[in-house]
C-alpha cells in the first residue's frame, strides 16, 4: 500500500508482478482508485490483506468489487495504542467488518486470535497460521564466531549478549538497559552487549554511563542496519527479546533457529515459541529479566549448547515453512464452494 520496501525488489526477480500505490495521508484520496483499477483487472483467486489498515482498506474494496474469497491478516496480540488513535479506530471498526467481509481471518498466533475475539472479531473466521521458517546451518556451520566479533569490534574474551529490533517503546529497550548495570556487577567475565534496529544509535546515551560505570568490563555495539543479520545474531552467547507487545517475533525465531540460547518476555507467541521454560519471563519486569540473562551466562558451554539446540529443534520441529504453507493452503480451500 505504501512502497516497495525490502521485499518488492526481490519478488521482481522472482518474476511476480508488484504494484506500490505509495499511500499516505496526503495523497490518499487520490492513489486510491489505483486499487480498484488493479483489482478489477487482476481477476484473483484470493485477496489476501496484511495488518489492521490494509485488511479494512483492502478488504473493503475488494468486496465492493464482488470478491468473495478476501482474507485478512493479523499480526499482532496486543493493541497498544491509544483509544484515540487512528490505528484503533481502524481496529473496532474491522472488529464490526470482520462478521461481513474477510471469508477468513489469520492470526500468526493462538494469543493473537484470542485477543481479537475479545475485541469483537468473528471468532469463527478465526484461524491460526504460526511464521513458518525455512532450515538453515546452526551457528556452529556458520562463520568462525572470533572472526566475526573481530569483524564488528566486539572485545575478544567477552561474553556477548544481544537483541535486534527497532527502538520503540514496544520493543523494550528501555528494560534491558535497566538491567545492565546489575547483570555486569554479577558477571564473572567481561560483557558485550549489541543492539541493531532503526534507532539503535538514540540508546548510545544510555549506555555511555554503564560503559563509565563499569569500565573495561562493560562495552556495546549498536547498528541502524545490518544486511546480514545472521551473521552478528551468531556472535551471539544470548539473545534477548525484552518486549512489552509482540505477534510472532521473528528475530527470536531467528535466533533459535540458529541454535542461540534465548531470554525473552512473555508477550505474544514467545510462550508457544520457546516452551514452557525458565528463560520466558513477565514483560517490564527489569529485575526478572536481568536474573534469566545472569543464569544463563553463569552457565557452562555445553549447557549453553544444550539449551540452544532444544531451541532450534523446536522451530524446525513446530514452525517450518512447509507446515506453514500447507496451513494456508488448507485455510484457503475452506468453504470455496461457498
Same mark, same amino acid.
Given at each position: 500500500m505504501t512502497g516497495e520496501g525490502y521485499f518488492g525488489p526481490k519478488l521482481r526477480e522472482l518474476g511476480i508482478t508488484v504494484h506500490s500505490l505509495g499511500l499516505n495521508k496526503r495523497n490518499f484520496l487520490i492513489r486510491l482508485p489505483k486499487l480498484f483499477y488493479i483489482l478489477k483487472n487482476t481477476h484473483a483467486d484470493v485477496i489476501q490483506t496484511w495488518m489492521y489498515h490494509a485488511d479494512l482498506i483492502g478488504g473493503l474494496a475488494s468486496y465492493l468489487l464482488g470478491y468473495r474469497n478476501i482474507y485478512w491478516g493479523i499480526r499482532n496480540t496486543e493493541i497498544p495504542q491509544s483509544k484515540f488513535s487512528t490505528t484503533y479506530i481502524v481496529i473496532l471498526v474491522n472488529a464490526v467488518l470482520s462478521h461481513f467481509i474477510p471469508k477468513r481471518i489469520i492470526c500468526n498466533s493462538k494469543s493473537g486470535s484470542e485477543a481479537h475475539i475479545k475485541l469483537?472479531? =468473528? #471468532?469463527?473466521?478465526?484461524? *491460526?497460521?504460526?511464521?513458518?521458517?525455512?532450515?538453515?546451518?546452526?551457528?556452529?556451520?556458520?562463520?568462525?564466531?572470533?572472526?566475526?566479533?573481530s569483524k564488528y569490534g566486539i572485545p575478544a574474551g567477552s561474553q556477548v549478549c544481544g537483541t535486534i529490533g527497532r527502538c520503540d517503546i514496544l520493543k523494550g529497550h528501555k528494560y534491558l538497559i535497566s538491567s545492565l548495570s546489575d547483570v555486569v556487577y554479577n558477571s564473572d567475565c567481561d560483557l558485550c552487549f549489541v543492539f541493531v534496529?532503526?534507532?539503535?544509535?538514540?540508546?548510545k546515551i544510555?549506555?555511555?554511563?554503564?560503559?563509565?560505570?563499569?569500565?573495561?568490563?562493560?562495552?556495546?555495539?549498536? =547498528? #541502524?542496519?545490518?544486511?546480514? *543479520?545472521?551473521?552478528?545474531?551468531s556472535a551471539l552467547d544470548i539473545f534477548c527479546l525484552p518486549s512489552i507487545s509482540e505477534g510472532f517475533p521473528n528475530a527470536l525465531a531467528?535466533?533459535?533457529?540458529?541454535?542461540?540460547?534465548c531470554v525473552a518476555t512473555n508477550v505474544g507467541a514467545?510462550?508457544?515459541m520457546l516452551g514452557d521454560v525458565t528463560e520466558v519471563v513477565a514483560p517490564a519486569d527489569t529485575q526478572a529479566l536481568g536474573r534469566s540473562i545472569s543464569d544463563l551466562l553463569k552457565m557452562n558451554k555445553e549447557q549453553k549448547q544444550q539449551i540452544g539446540q532444544r531451541n532450534r529443534e523446536r522451530i524446525l520441529t513446530f514452525f517450518d515453512i512447509e507446515t506453514m504453507k500447507q496451513s494456508y493452503h488448507?485455510?484457503?480451500?475452506?468453504?470455496?464452494?461457498?
Open positions: 469483537g472479531f =468473528k #471468532e469463527n473466521k478465526l484461524r *491460526v497460521v504460526h511464521n513458518g521458517y525455512q532450515n538453515k546451518s546452526s551457528r556452529s556451520n556458520y562463520k568462525s564466531q572470533k572472526i566475526i566479533r534496529g532503526k534507532g539503535a544509535e538514540g540508546l544510555y549506555l555511555d554511563p554503564i560503559k563509565k560505570e563499569f569500565g573495561a568490563k562493560f562495552s556495546y555495539f549498536v =547498528k #541502524e542496519h545490518l544486511d546480514d *543479520v545472521d551473521e552478528i545474531l531467528e535466533a533459535m533457529l540458529l541454535g542461540i540460547p514467545v510462550r508457544e488448507i485455510v484457503y480451500q475452506e468453504d470455496q464452494s461457498q
